[in-house]
């Protein structure tokens, strides 16, 4: 029995398909937002502070790696410290001082359009005052907001 009268029709179906396959596994979906007992279990540092600098740049993503144009704004924001909620043991050698250095993201440009990670939910300004649940990066030495709702903005500022 033949499944395929004409090999160039066998051909062309077993690449579409293979295709649609490959594509499918590259696919990422958006993360719900934790919850609070997630959030306190996730993270390794809560704080609460006053935004002092919130500064961005745009690059080219390093969370989406698909084929396309795909860039990230990339937001730096320094943090004075109010209170410490939670903090890792200080054999760790993650010590900070009174001013934290937290680095979020969000996408920019996804062309083509596709779905995944959308980043930090909020991103806040100077003068709010927030509360974050944080990890620390140890590729790029910085501490990060856990995804997508590890920023807490509690007080936006009046200006």
């Not at 979020?104 to 927030?130: C, E, F, N, Y």
């Amino acid at each position: 029995m033949k499944l395929f009268t004409d090999p160039l029709k066998g051909s062309l179906t077993v690449l579409l398909c293979g295709a649609f396959f490959m594509g499918e596994i590259r696919l990422l979906a958006a993360i719900a937002p934790l919850s609070q007992k997630q959030l306190d279990e996730q993270s390794e540092l809560i704080v609460t502070g006053i935004v002092g600098v919130t500064e961005s740049k745009v690059q080219k993503s390093k969370i989406e790696r698909a084929l396309g144009i795909h860039r990230d704004r990339i937001y730096t924001i320094k943090l004075g410290l109010i209170s410490l909620h939670k903090s890792p043991p200080l054999e760790q050698g993650l010590g900070f001082k009174e001013q934290l250095v937290v680095e979020a993201w969000r996408p920019v440009t996804r062309i083509p359009p596709l779905p995944g990670l959308q980043g930090h939910q909020s991103i806040p300004k100077k003068g709010d005052l927030v509360k974050m649940y944080l990890k620390w990066n140890k590729k790029k030495a910085v501490w990060e907001p856990l995804l997508p709702n590890g920023i807490e903005i509690t007080k936006k500022d009046k200006k």
